[in-house]
Every structure is written in structure tokens, then in C-alpha cells.
């Protein structure tokens, strides 16, 4: 049972659970409010609780806010990119052709005539993250096919925003250009995570126990890349 309700310009959304106890205020990334209580205690037992918390609960809202908004690139030279686990800066300079490359960890523009837009800039960087990722990937797949004794199974490279990966009910796996932003580690826990949907869809027990056979640390990748949500955002 969800209930949707405001006290001292907090927002909440209630969800009512047999198997809860106690009143639980909980802050989500987002900076939405979740709230979990007993049947048993009235809803204005509970907005008292909240509204006895409404100043925590408002600075932990802006925090949250603030630690989760978009990084904002500029596109222009000295801007720089999480690639491959590293912060990269990039440079841009007027040359005799146009050319984009990836050397010694430095995204290197250069243009003839007139610079180039931000828009432009930006379509060149993900035409490379999105050709790294292929390449890094495809090597992943092999390797954990092998490993799992499955078959390699096809992926696609898109823009997705939010989503790291994603597999289908076909068995077809997708994976955002982004990331190409992952260092080896957190890599090769992702394409393990979306090829372990081909023994188990969803994300039960047995979901988890096995990558706890396959990949021990798996929830240390997990937390990484939750943190690098917002600085690998590739959005203009």
C-alpha cells in the first residue's frame, strides 16, 4: 500500500509492510523521500516523525540533489572525460586537417577553419567511447563466455544516459557508450553482471550467488560505478 503525502515542505511517499517494525525516513538519489511503516501506526503518528526530522530530511534532500546533478562538460579544449579509469583532459587546436585521437591519455581536436561547435566536439568524443567500448567489450564477452561455458552472445553500443547495460529476452545484451569511462575492474563485473541475465533474468538470490562464484568483489564494482553515475554523463 503506497500513500503519497507533504508535511513542513517534505514530500513523502509511504509504503505500508507487514514485516516492518519501526518508522524508516530514507532519502533516495533522486532527493525523493521514502518512508516505511507498520500497519499498525497511524499516518499522523508518522508525519509527527517526520516532521520532527523535516530539517534533516531537507539538508540530506539538497545534498543529495547537489551530489547527483549531471556533470556539465563545456566541449571545449581543457574540458575533461572519465575514460578508461582515468580523468582525461582535451585539446583542441587549429591545424592543417581534422582529426580526433586518443594519445597518451589526452583527447587531441584539431580543425581547420573555423572551430568547431560544442555539438560537433561532442559527436567526435563519443564516436570514440563508443568504438572503445565495442573493442573492450567484445574482449569481455569472449573471455567470460569462456569462462561461463556460453555461448558469445550479440551486443549493441548506445547512448544510454542512465543504464550501464541491459539484456534482453532474447539474449541480446546492450551497453551504454559511457562505458567506455570503466576501468578494467568495474568492465568486466558489468559484462559478467548482464551475461549472468542469460542464466538468471532477474536479479534474485540466485542472481547474486552467482557472481558471488564468479566475481568475489562484485559489489565493490557495483558501488564504484553508482559513484561514477554523474561524472560520466556525455549529455549537451
Not at 503506497?2 to 516492518?20: D, P, Q, S
Not at 562505458?179 to 558489468?190: I, N, Q, R, T
Not at 538468471?200 to 564468479?214: E, P, S, T, W
Request: aromatic content about 10%; proline content about 3%.
Amino acid at each position: 500500500m503506497k500513500t503519497i503525502g507533504k508535511v513542513e515542505g517534505i514530500a513523502y511517499t509511504l509504503f505500508r509492510k507487514r514485516n516492518c517494525k519501526n518508522i524508516t525516513l530514507r532519502v533516495l538519489a533522486d532527493g525523493s523521500v521514502r518512508v516505511s511503516a507498520p500497519h499498525t501506526i497511524s499516518l499522523a503518528s508518522i508525519e509527527r516523525v517526520i516532521a520532527r526530522n523535516h530539517v534533516k530530511l531537507g539538508q540530506t534532500i539538497e545534498r543529495q540533489k547537489k551530489e547527483n546533478e549531471p556533470f556539465v562538460h563545456t566541449w571545449k579544449d581543457g574540458d575533461s572525460f572519465l575514460f578508461c579509469g582515468n580523468m582525461c583532459p582535451l585539446v583542441i587546436v587549429i591545424a592543417d586537417r581534422d582529426t580526433i585521437d586518443f594519445v597518451d591519455n589526452r583527447f587531441y581536436l584539431t580543425y581547420t577553419g573555423k572551430h568547431p561547435t560544442e555539438k560537433e566536439v561532442c559527436v567526435q568524443i563519443k564516436e570514440i567511447f563508443r568504438a572503445t567500448a565495442k573493442n573492450r567489450i567484445a574482449k569481455e564477452i569472449l573471455f567470460w563466455a569462456e569462462k561461463l561455458n556460453l555461448t558469445p552472445p550479440p551486443f549493441s553500443i548506445r547512448d544510454a544516459k542512465r543504464r550501464w547495460g541491459s539484456c534482453s529476452a532474447n539474449g541480446t545484451l546492450s551497453f551504454s557508450l559511457r562505458s567506455a569511462s570503466l576501468d578494467e575492474g568495474d568492465l568486466s563485473y558489468l559484462v559478467l553482471h548482464e551475461m549472468a541475465h542469460l542464466v538468471y533474468f532477474d536479479h534474485g538470490k540466485d542472481f547474486h550467488a552467482f557472481l558471488d562464484i564468479h566475481l568475489k568483489d562484485w559489489k565493490i564494482h557495483q558501488k564504484h560505478m553508482f559513484s561514477l553515475q554523474r561524472i560520466t554523463a556525455l549529455s549537451i
